[in-house]
């Protein structure tokens, strides 16, 4: 069952068609990343939906209801939208409980949010003088107030060092171990790929992309890397089976067109030592340079 | 709509700007009395006349009613309640929790004008002690009822909480802070100072004239202020018109 539907949303800005005819679904209970480049339109959709940018053309909705028709939204959705949404001379806490009190919220859910982000000791502090990256946890914060069981996360990786990137991928993991339905978007695929469920990709503001990161991939061409005393007797092995393999070192070979599930279970087989064995991950990036190559009109907004 | 002028308040309260301009308003306003009062009753009671000493009532009216400033900062409040969540982005925010943005707008007017009431508490209160210690260290009687200077402080406290509904209006209506600020101090210093001048039965009519009426300030060419109920009427008019205009424009427009 899908809990956000978007449907034919077209969004003109002047004279920049910011998102065109757009369409897809997020099914309840999973972590889709809206991927694209800077400027295809990503922030105007999310805006789109949560009813702060009103559409050309086309619907989005949340639940079967436009944003705005939601019985208290915060209760239902949460949203992350930019960093700077804070008034600097606030104090982190007091901005919490700001949005706590619009949105009929307990108080005291400001020290379990601050908690929640792990910024409990600077809960005091003015916001002013956060880093981009706390900036990014604290809106996390405030989307988390209400325990939506719906989150819209835009760029939310934006400032954070590689423990905060890995944290919000923890944290988005385990909304979705609970349950929550995650519309996470980032202009790198990387960023989201393991946190994700499916992916949405535009371009130009247009859909190219809606599948699952493995069919995504399906198509791709895979390179698994391997280094091993006994390089030439895996090779043999290898092409025996029909797999394309490259010599790239006394030791390290490059296997084209298999998993490299298949090709451990051949090492083991032949008895062969393995020292090393990866999947080269930037076929994944090469599938989303491909469909996101067109060049594209600047984001509206 | 009480939950969300309680949050427009604790949005007030969470941040040092009302503190500012509270400070300027006081400031502002001291000054001005102490600098008339001081020179013997000033001369600024009225549009067009020069007020007579402390002992008088004139003199001391002229006195009591220098809460301009108290009214003028309270519009500045109302201006930055709107455009500040613009300016820093909490509009989103704002807007995400209740996205009847009508309500919202209702909701800061409603807020603005009760901070505005403060703005016009100290002002009144700061006017009304520097006079009357004045006028006790002069050794002069208190020459107006304390009725009367009662209804100047409420008129004071009234009109500012009013102006600062028109700020949140003109805050709403405008896309830039600055703009915003500006044509209220333009309007009430400028603007309306000339239309008095070259119209003097128009003067009762013109809002910002009209609150500082309210407050006690006497009108230029004989003309007679409007009544008390009248003039609070207008001001508030002039919010909701403000208020109408706005919510065709900016409110409808798209937060980006």
Known sequence: MAVIEVRGLTKRFGPVLAVDRLSFDVGQGTVVGFLGPNGAGKTTTLRVLLGLVRPTGGTATISGKAYTDLPDPLRHVGAVLEASGFYPGRRARDHLRVQAMAGGFDPARADEVLELVGLQADGTRRV?????????????????????????????????????????????????????????????????????????????????????LDELTAGARRVVRVRTPRAQDLANGLDHDGVRVERVGADRLEIIGATSERVGMLAAQL??????????????????FQLTATPTEPEGS | MTRSVRTE??????????????????????????????????????RHMAAPPLNTAAGLQAMLTRTGFGMLMAAVLGVTVVRGEFRHGTATATYLATPDRVRVLIAKAMAAAGAGLTFGLVAAGLSTGISLTFVAA?????ALAWGTIARFGAGAILGSGLLAAVGVSLGALFRSQIAAIVTVFAWALVVEQIIGGLFDAAQPYLPY??????????????TSPLPFAAAAALVAGVAALVSAAAARTTVQADVS
Do not use: C
């Open chain 2, 138 to 142: 002069k050794g002069y009687q208190v």
């Open chain 1, 271 to 288: 008895g062969i030592p393995i020292l090393e064995l990866t999947t080269d991950a930037a076929n994944l990036e090469d599938v989303f």
């Open chain 1, 128 to 212: 002013g003088g956060f880093s981009l990256g706390m900036r990014q946890r604290l809106g996390i914060a405030t989307a988390m107030l209400g325990d939506p069981e719906v989150l819209i996360l835009d760029e939310p990786a934006n400032g954070l060092d590689p423990e905060g990137v890995r944290w919000l991928r923890e944290l988005v993991r385990g909304l979705a171990e609970e349950g929550r339905t995650v519309l996470v978007s980032s202009h790198l695929l990387a960023e989201v790929a393991q946190s994700v469920d499916r992916v949405v990709i535009i371009d130009g503001g247009r859909l190219v992309a809606q599948s699952s």
């Open chain 2, 9 to 46: 308040l604790l949005k007030l309260r969470t941040i040092r700007l009302p503190l500012g301009l509270l400070a300027t308003a006081a400031g502002l306003t001291a000054l001005v009395t102490i600098l008339g009062a001081a020179t013997g009753g000033g001369g600024h009671g009225g």
């Open chain 2, 209 to 222: 004239t009209a609150a500082t009426t309210m407050a006690g300030a006497t009108l230029g060419g004989g």
